[in-house]
C-alpha cells in the first residue's frame, strides 16, 4: 500500500475508531440517524470521495476509495453504507451535471451539510428498473412528477433526491435523472420501514404527487437516466462490496480474540484445530474477496470495457463471503454471539442486506452469465 | 568558602508556597546519602531560609547552601538555575540530584545544558559502583529496568517522586549563604499564583495507568462510594464490572471486559469483583494486579498479583487511611 | 510567526512496547508507531493560532529514524506548512544533551518565535527537553501550561505547577511546553492528506547542522545495563487477618505503584 494510501486510512480508522465504533450499538437499538456525525465525516473528506475537487470533493480513485469504506465500515457497517450511498448522489451530480447544478448542489454534499438520496427502485419494479412507473410529465419549463419510489435510503433527511423518471416512453430509453430538493410541494415521505438491520439510517418510500421542478434539475440529457443509473450502480456495487469486507474483517477480529480468551474442556478455544481450520477459511474468504474487489476497482479507475461484469462478480463474491464469515465469527461466539452487548450479530444482521441491495446477487450473475453465453453477432 | 566533601551530592530542594520543604526532601536527601555526602540548597528569601535549613539538616542535609534570589524576580525558572549552577562550582559535586518535579524538571533541564552535563531523568533510584554514580530507571510502564551513568563528569539526575524508600539521618545544622551571579537569562514572568484546589476530575477510563474497579461484592449504589473514594486517594480511574454496571452502581461507560472498555494499567484493583473470564478479558494485561473478594476460590485470583480474602468494607478504608498516611 | 511544534514519534501505549535487550533502544518492530497524542496537541495549539492569525507559518520539527518521516508527514496533513527531519544513524541512541543540541541547532537554522512542545512524550517521560532547548536559545521557556494564548509579540498561559496554578507570561521568542489538559487535535483530512505530499520536507543530518554525534569531549549520559522485568510470578493470596488493607498498601509501596 502507498504511503498515501496508510495515511488516508489511518485518517479513516482514527474517525471510525473516535465517533462511530463507540456507537453503532446503541445507534442499532435507537434507530438514531446520527446527523451531526455524518457532518464530522463531511469535514474529513468523506462526503465527496471521488468527487473532483473544485466544489469541495476529495478527488481520490475508486481504489483508494474501496480501502475507504472498508476502514469505515470497521466501525459501523450501516453508517458507512449510507456514507457510500451518499456518496453515489455526490458523484451523480458531479459527473453528470452541468457547472451551474454542480455549483448549487455540489458543495454541500460533498462537506455532507446537504444529504442525497438516490431513488429508484419502486414498489413494483425492482430488479427490472427499466420498468419503473414513476412519471415527469414537460409542462413549460418544468417537470411535474408523480409516482413512490421504495427503499430510499436517508429519506426525510436528505437536502436532495435524484430522481429516476419517465419521460418518454417505455423501457430504459425513456428515463431521465432529476434532482428533486427537499422542501418541494408534492414531496413526501412514508414512514420509517422496521428492518432486521440497517438500523441506524432511515429506509423510506419517497412519495411524488404533483412534484413540479424545472427542467434545469434534469442531470444529462432526456432519456440518459437508466445509463446513470447503471453507471451509479457500478459504483455502488463496489462501495457496498467494500463496506461488507470490512464489517465482516471486523467480526473476524472479534472471532480471533474470543477464541483466545474462552475456555472450553480446559483449553483455550484457539488450541482446537477445528476452530484453527475455521479461522483459516474466514480469513482467505475474505482476502479472495478483497483481491476481486481490487482488481474491479482498478478496472473502473481505467474505463475498462468489462467494468461491468468486474464490479458484479466483485459485489456478488464478497457480499456473500462477508456474510458467511460474520456469520461464523457469530457461530465461534457461541450463545454469546446472540447477544447484542457483542456486536456481531448486529453486523450479520447489517450485512444480510448487502446481498440483494445494489442489484441483488442474482442480478449480478445474471450480467456476468449473459456476458458469457452471449454470442458475436 | 569552606572546602566541600569529595563524595559531595549536591541536592536542590524546593521550597513550598506555604514556607515548608517540599514532601520530595526526604527521598531526594535520603537518595543522596546512600552515595556520598548529602549538600543541600535552598533558594528562599532570609525570612524562610533559617527554617528551611533546619528542616533540610532534620531531614539528613550534612550542609546547607542558602541562596537569596533577587527579590523583584517572580521569574520562571532562570534564578534557580543560576543558583544552581553557583553551587555547583562551589561544591563539585559527583551528582546533582533534583525533583522530578515540573519545577525541578524545568531547572534540571536549563542546568545541564548550561553546563553541557549528563542527564538523567525520571530515576527511581541511585547506586555507587567503582565508576561512579549510577541511576536506575523503570520504563516502558515499569516493563524494564534500565541503568545509565556519565561518560564522566557530574550526572544529573531528576529523582521520581516517592521512589526512593531510603531515609537519612538527621544532621547538626550547617548552614552556608552562596553568592549567586545572575545570569540574566531571559526568562517567563510569574504574574500571578493559585494555590491548588483538590483537584475533583478522575483521569479517563480508557489509557489510565491506574484502574480501581468494583463489583456486585459493593452490593449497593450508595456502597460503591467505596471504590471511587479509594480510586480518588490513588488518582485512579474508576472502572466496573458488567454486574455492577447490570446492578445500576454505575454508568455503562465504566464497564472493564470483553464488551466494554479494555484497559492495560500499570495499577488495576479489583474490588468484590468474581474475575469472570468476560472480565478478565478486559484487564488481565495490567502490570500489577491486586484483588479483594470475600470468595477464596474467585477466578480473579488466579490472574492477581496480589490477592486477599477478606471484606471490603474493613480491608479498603484500612488501605486508603494507610495511603492518607504515608502522604502526610 | 513562525511556530516550530517538536513532535515524536512513539510506540503505541495501547500495544507491546519493547526494548532491544542488545542495543537498548526501542524495538521499533514491536510495535505500531505513532504519532505522540501529546505532539498533535501542541500541533492543534499551533494551527489554531494560525487559524486566527493567517500570517503565521507552522513548521513541525522531529529527531527521529528515517522511517518515521510518514509519521511526521501526518503533521503536514494536519496543516502544518513544512516539516523538518533530522535524521542521522549516529544519532540513534542520542542521550538527552545531544538531542537538545541538535534540536536547538535544527530550530536557530529553520528560525523561530515559538517552540511548542509537549510535556511529556508517553514513552520516555522525559520532560526535561524544552526547558534544555530554551538554554541553548537563551530564550525564556514555560512548561506544562494547560491554557496557552498566543499573541504577536508574547505567549501568556497557565502553568500547572507543582502545588498550584499559575498565571505566566513570556515575550517571544520563547518555548513552550503543553499538557493533557488542551483539547484534542484535528483530525487530518483527506486534502490535508493528500496536500501534505506538496508540502516541503527537508531531511538534515547531523553535519548539516554542524553537530558532530562522535563527540566524546562532551560528557554523555550512556545506558550501562538493560533487564526485562521478570514475567509475573505465581501471585500471592493472604487471608485477611485484621491488616489485609495495610499489606496492599505495603505491596503498593514496595512495587512503586504509590
Partial sequence: ?377 | ?328 | MKIIVLVKEVPDTYGERKLDLETGLADRAASEAVLDEISERALEVALSYADSAPDTEVVVLSMAPESAAATIRKGLAMGAASAVHVTDPALAGADLGLTARTLAAAIRRTGFDLVITGNLSTDGSGGVLPAMLAELLEVPNMTALSVVEVTADSVTGTRSADDGDMRVRAPLPAVISINEALPDARFPNFKGIMAAKKKPFETLSAADLGVDPEDVSAPASIMTAIAEKPPRSAGVKITDEGDGGTKIAEYLIENRLV
Fill in chain 2, 1 to 328: 568558602m569552606t572546602d566541600h566533601p569529595a563524595d559531595s551530592i549536591l541536592v536542590l530542594l524546593q521550597a513550598t508556597a506555604t514556607g515548608e520543604l517540599a514532601k520530595s526532601t526526604a527521598g531526594l536527601l535520603g537518595a543522596a546519602a546512600q552515595i556520598g555526602t548529602p549538600v543541600a540548597l535552598i533558594v528562599a528569601d532570609s525570612a524562610q531560609s533559617q527554617a528551611l535549613a533546619e528542616q533540610a539538616a532534620a531531614a539528613g542535609a550534612e550542609r546547607v547552601l542558602v541562596a537569596e534570589p533577587d527579590s523583584s524576580s517572580a521569574q520562571l525558572p532562570v534564578p534557580m538555575v543560576d543558583a544552581l549552577a553557583a553551587a555547583a562550582a562551589a561544591v563539585a559535586p559527583d551528582a546533582v540530584l533534583v525533583s522530578n518535579s515540573i519545577e525541578g524538571r524545568d531547572v534540571a533541564g536549563r542546568f545541564a545544558a548550561r553546563t553541557n552535563a549528563p542527564i538523567a531523568v525520571d530515576v527511581v533510584g541511585v547506586s555507587r559502583d567503582e565508576e561512579g554514580v549510577v541511576a536506575h530507571h523503570s520504563v516502558y510502564g515499569g516493563s524494564y529496568n534500565v541503568d545509565s551513568a556519565a561518560t564522566f563528569g557530574p550526572l544529573v539526575v531528576t529523582v521520581r517522586q516517592g521512589a526512593v524508600e531510603a531515609r537519612a539521618d538527621a544532621r547538626p545544622v550547617a548552614v552556608e549563604t552562596l553568592e549567586v551571579a545572575a545570569s540574566n537569562a531571559p526568562a517567563a514572568t510569574i504574574e500571578s499564583f493559585e494555590p491548588a484546589a483538590e483537584s475533583s476530575s478522575r483521569p479517563e477510563l480508557r489509557g489510565a495507568t491506574r484502574v480501581v474497579s468494583g463489583g456486585r461484592g459493593l452490593g449497593s449504589a450508595e456502597n460503591f462510594a467505596l471504590v471511587e473514594e479509594l480510586a480518588d486517594a490513588l488518582g485512579a480511574a474508576v472502572g466496573a464490572s458488567r454486574a455492577a454496571v447490570d446492578a445500576g452502581y454505575v454508568p455503562a461507560t465504566h464497564q472493564v471486559g470483553q464488551t466494554g472498555v479494555s484497559v492495560s494499567p500499570q495499577l488495576y484493583i479489583a474490588l468484590g469483583i468474581s474475575g469472570a473470564i468476560q472480565h478478565r478479558a478486559g484487564m488481565q494485561t495490567a502490570k500489577n494486579i491486586v484483588a479483594v473478594n470475600k470468595d477464596p476460590d474467585a477466578p480473579i485470583f488466579e490472574v492477581a498479583d496480589f490477592g486477599v480474602v477478606g471484606d471490603v468494607f474493613t480491608i479498603v478504608p484500612q488501605l486508603i487511611s494507610a495511603l492518607s498516611e504515608r502522604k502526610r
Fill in chain 1, 1 to 377: 500500500m502507498s504511503e498515501e494510501r496508510e495515511a488516508l486510512i489511518a485518517a479513516v480508522r482514527e474517525f471510525a475508531d473516535a465517533e462511530l465504533a463507540p456507537n453503532a450499538s446503541q445507534w442499532d437499538a435507537e434507530k438514531f440517524f446520527p446527523i451531526d456525525t455524518l457532518r464530522k465525516a463531511g469535514s474529513l473528506g468523506l462526503g465527496g470521495v471521488y468527487v473532483r475537487e473544485d466544489f469541495g470533493g476529495s478527488a481520490l480513485t475508486r481504489a483508494d476509495a474501496v480501502a475507504v469504506f472498508e476502514e469505515l465500515a470497521k466501525g459501523d457497517t450501516t453508517v458507512a453504507a449510507y456514507i457510500s450511498i451518499h456518496n453515489m448522489v455526490a458523484w451523480m451530480i458531479d459527473t453528470f451535471g452541468d457547472e451551474g447544478q454542480r455549483e448549487r448542489w455540489v458543495p454541500g454534499l460533498a462537506a455532507m451539510t446537504d444529504l442525497g438520496s438516490y431513488c429508484l427502485t419502486e414498489p413494483g419494479a425492482g430488479s427490472d428498473a427499466a420498468a419503473i412507473t414513476t412519471s415527469a410529465v414537460r409542462d413549460g419549463d418544468d417537470y411535474v412528477i408523480d409516482g413512490v419510489k421504495q427503499f430510499v435510503s436517508g429519506a426525510g433527511s436528505s437536502a436532495v433526491y435524484v430522481v429516476m423518471a419517465r419521460t418518454g416512453g417505455p423501457g430504459a430509453k425513456g428515463i431521465s435523472a432529476i434532482v428533486v430538493p427537499d422542501g418541494t410541494p408534492g414531496l413526501s415521505f412514508g414512514r420509517n420501514e422496521a428492518k432486521m438491520g440497517w438500523n441506524a439510517q432511515p429506509t423510506r418510500q419517497v412519495i411524488l404527487e404533483g412534484v413540479r421542478v424545472p427542467v434545469l434539475n434534469r442531470l444529462g440529457a432526456e432519456g440518459a437516466g437508466f445509463g446513470i443509473a447503471l453507471k451509479g450502480l457500478n459504483g455502488g456495487r463496489l462501495n457496498i462490496a467494500a463496506c461488507s469486507i470490512g464489517g465482516a474483517q471486523w467480526a473476524l477480529e472479534r472471532a480471533i480474540q474470543y477464541v483466545h480468551e474462552r475456555e472450553t474442556f480446559g483449553a483455550p478455544l484457539a488450541e482446537n484445530q477445528s476452530i484453527v481450520f475455521t479461522l483459516a477459511d474466514m480469513e482467505t474468504e475474505l482476502q479472495a474477496a478483497r483481491a476481486l474487489l481490487e482488481r474491479a476497482a482498478i478496472k473502473a479507475d481505467e474505463g475498462a470495457v468489462d467494468v461491468v461484469t468486474a464490479c458484479a462478480m466483485a459485489k456478488r463474491f464478497a457480499t456473500d463471503a462477508a456474510f458467511s464469515v460474520a456469520n461464523t465469527a457469530l457461530q465461534l461466539h457461541g450463545g454469546y454471539g446472540y447477544l447484542h452487548e457483542y456486536g456481531i450479530e448486529r453486523v450479520v444482521r447489517d450485512l444480510r442486506v448487502h446481498q440483494i441491495l445494489e442489484g441483488t446477487n442474482e442480478i449480478m450473475r445474471l450480467i456476468v452469465g449473459r456476458n458469457l453465453v452471449k454470442r458475436p453477432e
